[in-house]
């Protein structure tokens, strides 16, 4: 009798070195993704309609999405009541953030990227508990000053195609926020689900490489003025 697939699933599952080589070989593609990225947004055009030119967005867009997936993990980590918090505070605020966005111009330039990785990837690590005003004006802040920059890469688009009475750059902004909800909701989850030291610690050392790779994003804006 053959039986063997399901020890080998389990295995699988409950085998630390397997799980973390893993999640190494994911950061590692994400981090490749983000080293070339540059600090303006773009939108692509699916040729779907606005509402999934706005989901592939967030997906070709490392900083965007390494932001996301940073904070779903922090608030998993922080327990369900966090991830539940996490899950409606930081999308809303990335619509009111995108909704300024597709009104005014904002100032691309800041290294808004930078300042999310290092400080998210440095409370994941570190498993620092935020009291929860603070955690809340954090999820806050950083998802209108994201949300505002995607905005206005959804603003640019529509101008450039010429639908900009057509509220195309809004439906581009409810897709990124519908994604963005099931991203919070599912990384989050994951994480409060986990009941192996080990599996934690790799979540924190995850957080670790984020806040590294905010540090290289500072490097190279400073070189970049020249400092």
């Not at 020890?7 to 085998?15: D, E, I, K, V, Y």
């Not at 327990?79 to 005014?104: C, E, N, S, Y």
Request: positive net charge; glycine residues 12%.
């Amino acid at each position: 009798m053959r039986q063997t697939s399901a020890p080998r699933l389990a295995s699988t599952l409950t085998n630390p070195f397997h799980f973390t080589k893993l999640l190494l070989i994911k950061l590692l593609i994400l981090l490749g993704l983000m080293l070339p990225s540059t600090a303006h947004a773009h939108l692509v055009n699916t040729g779907l309609g606005p509402v999934y030119d706005g989901i592939s967005h967030l997906f070709i867009t490392p900083e965007d999405l390494l932001t996301t997936i940073t904070l779903a993990l922090y608030c998993g980590l922080m327990g369900a009541k966090t991830g539940r918090l996490g899950m409606f505070v930081f999308p809303i605020a990335w619509a009111i953030g995108g909704f300024i966005g597709l009104q005014v111009t904002i100032d691309t330039t800041w290294p808004i990227a930078a300042f999310s990785f290092v400080f998210l990837g440095l409370i994941l690590a570190a498993d620092l508990l935020l009291p929860k005003g603070i955690l809340i004006f954090v999820m806050a802040l950083i998802g209108v000053c994201h949300g505002a920059i995607n905005g206005e890469a959804l603003q640019n688009e529509t101008i450039q195609s010429g639908f900009m009475h057509t509220g195309s750059g809004l439906l581009g902004l409810i897709g990124t926020v519908i994604t963005l909800f099931i991203l919070m909701t599912l990384f989050s989850a994951l994480v409060v689900t986990l009941k192996a030291a080990w599996s934690k610690i790799a979540v924190r050392v995850f957080g670790s490489w984020v806040c590294a790779s905010g540090i290289l994003m500072f490097g190279w804006y400073l070189k970049g003025l020249g400092l």
